[in-house]
């Protein structure tokens, strides 16, 4: 697993960043890392979320165990902000899907995105 996690105190967002092959348990250590942060539980900071360097191995059915787990957590993440900067087929369908599930299902305002710049530009208005 290689992925770095940094607070930027003056935009309150945290700034997630994968590299590499992107498996499932890979994304739950990182959500149990942000659920352990003041910063994204009671700050309420946003979710800048860069796999621009990954591959995303992570099977279609595995979308209802992530939704399922976002509903456990819905009182952290409602109305909460994250950006997805995604390249390529697979990852740029994978993280649509996502997208329109945890909007719709938790009020987890989830947003795709191809550049950095209008990723910050979403979380920021």
Do not use: C
Not at 15 to 24: D, E, F, N, Q
């Amino acid at each position: 697993m290689k992925y770095s996690i940094k607070i930027d105190h003056h935009l309150k967002l945290i700034r997630y960043k994968h590299s590499g092959l992107l498996k499932s348990n890979d994304i739950e250590l990182a959500w149990k890392e942000f659920l352990g942060m003041e910063e994204f539980t009671e700050l309420k900071y946003n979710l800048l979320s860069d796999y621009t360097d990954a591959e995303f191995d992570i099977p279609v059915d595995f979308l209802p165990e992530l939704i399922e787990f976002m509903q456990n957590i819905k009182p952290i993440v409602e109305g909460k902000k994250q950006s997805l900067i995604v390249t390529g087929p697979f990852t740029t369908a994978a993280s649509m899907l996502f997208e329109t599930e945890v909007n719709k299902e938790v009020g987890f305002l989830v947003k795709v995105f191809s550049t950095e710049e209008k990723a910050l530009e979403w979380l920021l208005k």
